[in-house]
């Protein structure tokens, strides 16, 4: 917790996925993907939110991925790519 609060204090607010899960082992974690992986090739797409999905932990329900900011123009094809990505995991 002491890295965190220096990274905080310093304004560098960003939590890796791994970090949350350790430091919160308990808690349900909100996740963000970043807007520009939805501007990467789809196999890079999945990738990443493999690896999200996995610093997260089982079981799968203690974590949902949202989207925050604005819509990707791509949306039509990430977001069933993302859905389709997390079925395959579980």
Not at 7 to 32: C, M, N, S
Not at 34 to 59: C, F, K, Q, V
Not at 61 to 69: A, D, K, N, Q, V
Request: charge should be negative; hydrophobic fraction near 45%.
């Amino acid at each position: 917790m002491a890295a965190l609060a220096a990274r905080y204090k310093a304004g560098q607010v960003i939590v890796t996925t791994a970090e949350a899960r350790q430091q919160w082992p308990d808690k349900f974690l909100w996740l963000h993907p970043t807007l520009d992986w939805y501007s990467r090739p789809p196999e890079e797409l999945a990738h990443n939110i493999r690896a999200m999905a996995a610093a997260a932990g089982r079981p799968a329900g203690r974590y949902c991925l949202m989207i925050s900011e604005e819509v990707p123009p791509n949306w039509e094809t990430t977001v069933p790519l993302i859905l389709k990505t997390l079925d395959e995991l579980n």
